[in-house]
């Protein structure tokens, strides 16, 4: 193995080009609202507990906020745009880190590869619905692929602009939505029923909340950027926390809001009465407001996709550069564009690969939402709640050989441990039940969560290697970024 010589430091990334409100606008568009509660949402409810949705969604967000004090803990630390794997190195040393590396470009390489397939679909429905437009889903897919391309290649804040107008309206075009149902009293008045515990506790909460806990995937990104964030050590911490709330709460009210509108006692009725359940909250949308709405709705449901695969396209190539620059991956990766600063190359590697996938799921014949979004975003989900445990595990190592630094127990030891316990939990509950979320055949639920653990021993293994060849190289992964 031959190890380059250190980049020079003209190859960084944009310095103070993002604040709060930017680097909340990527991780909010990566979760895709308007995604998680037209796509995701009706499902859960069928195949979790029911109306209880609302309930569950609150307890994945408390789980979640729970994670962010230790992982804000350690941004307020280290600053590298590896994240996960960056934190990881830090808290559980270098072969771990390699693991959580090559487990992450797994983990967000799936989750935007999966939504072209969604994306693909939604974007030919709607041409098809509204302009009588007949285009194929991968045509579609592709061109989407080009365009985020060449934002990928460019400089960050033109990508936050662009995800700052398609988050905005997904947000109010939902919050109508809600509004209307809560004005008319739903189908049979206003209760807080989905919020009871016997109504939270009913059908399978397990699946519910896994299905919660897909919806919040991107949020974890904030740290992504923390090497183009005006002061790191206070943007990523609040960046991190308003978009676990911001979430989370239009999460748990929106459901709740779709639970009323539809009748408690009737929803479950409903959801199995129709033929596609993606369709439910636009059917709601007809029935509390108009067509209006719901024509607006059918949009921002393909522009919310975009703007996800644009959010998790950048994260990739942050993840390609952070690799690159330290070597665990090709050294010209670490390589940034004289003129953006942006990780071009990563941008480009990314869109190849965004590229190689749609064209083999569609030469295949294979569907773009039951098998390419379904079988890869949920992979993701479950790569990144693994990176989460570790993650929370790295944190109280990190501060227990630091015991210099400021946080205190409880935010450095005791609630990390506990985050990392129950993300251990909820992953073990994934690979359980990986066939039900996926709806993958029983051998293929096998052969995907196994891909984690390959992908884990190839990180761990190209670690040792640049231990064994590049020590000097080895002692820096991770490191802090002024």
């Not at 193995?1 to 930017?22: C, F, I, N, T």
């Not at 098809?128 to 804040?157: F, M």
């Not at 506790?201 to 992504?224: K, N």
């Not at 676990?244 to 479950?268: E, N």
């Amino acid at each position: 193995m031959v190890v380059e010589a250190p980049l020079p430091k003209v190859h960084e990334l944009r310095r103070g080009a993002l604040g709060v409100g930017a680097i909340t606008f990527f991780v909010v568009s990566a979760a895709a609202p308007l995604t998680a509660v037209a796509g995701g949402a009706p499902i859960a409810m069928l195949l979790g507990n029911g109306a209880g949705l609302a309930g569950a969604y609150a307890l994945v967000t408390l789980a979640v906020l729970l994670f962010s004090v230790g992982y804000t803990a350690m941004a307020r630390n280290i600053s590298n745009s590896g994240a996960f794997y960056a934190f990881t190195v830090q808290g559980l040393g270098g072969i771990s880190g390699g693991a959580a590396a090559i487990l992450a470009l797994l983990a967000y390489n799936a989750m935007q590869v999966g939504i072209y397939g969604m994306f693909g679909a939604a974007t030919s429905a709607w041409l098809q619905s509204d302009l009588g437009l007949t285009v194929p889903w991968w045509i579609c897919s592709l061109t989407a692929a080009l365009v985020i391309s060449v934002l990928g290649y460019r400089n960050v804040d033109l990508s936050a602009k662009v995800l700052g107008l398609l988050v905005l309206g997904e947000f109010l075009v939902v919050l109508i939505l809600d509004v209307a149902i809560l004005r008319q009293g739903g189908d049979a008045g206003i209760n807080s029923l989905p919020f009871q515990p016997s109504t939270i506790g009913s059908g399978s909460l397990s699946i519910a909340m896994l299905f919660c806990f897909a919806s919040f995937v991107g949020f974890e990104a904030t740290s992504i950027y923390s090497e183009e964030a005006h002061d790191p050590k206070r943007t990523i911490p609040r960046a991190t926390y308003l978009s676990v709330v911001l979430i989370g709460v239009f999460y748990a009210f929106t459901t709740w809001c779709m639970a009323l509108g539809a009748g408690i006692d009737k929803l479950s009725d409903t959801l199995q009465g129709l033929q596609d359940p993606s369709t439910f909250l636009f059917q709601l949308s007809d029935q509390y407001v108009g067509s209006a709405l719901t024509t607006a709705m059918s949009l921002l449901f393909v522009t919310s996709l975009f703007a996800a695969l644009l959010a998790f396209h950048n994260a990739v190539a942050r993840y390609f550069f952070a690799l690159g620059r330290e070597r665990l991956l090709p050294g010209f990766l670490g390589k940034t564009h004289d003129i953006h600063q942006s990780p071009h190359l990563g941008s480009v590697l990314q869109s190849l690969l965004a590229l190689s996938m749609v064209a083999l799921f569609a030469i295949a014949g294979l569907d773009p939402i039951l098998s390419m979004f379904s079988w890869l975003t949920n992979l993701g989900a479950l790569a990144v709640m693994v990176l989460m445990a570790l993650t929370s595990f790295s944190v109280v190592q990190f501060f227990r050989r630091r015991p210099h630094l400021e946080g205190g127990s409880l935010r450095t030891a005791l609630i990390p441990a506990i985050a990392g316990v129950l993300l251990t939990a909820m992953s073990g509950l994934a690979v359980v039940n990986f066939d039900v979320l996926t709806g993958a055949s029983s051998t293929l639920a096998i052969i995907l969560p196994a891909m984690l653990a390959v992908a884990a021993v190839i990180g761990a293994i190209i670690a040792a290697i640049l231990k064994h060849n590049a020590p000097d190289f080895y002692a820096d992964l991770g490191a802090h970024r002024d």
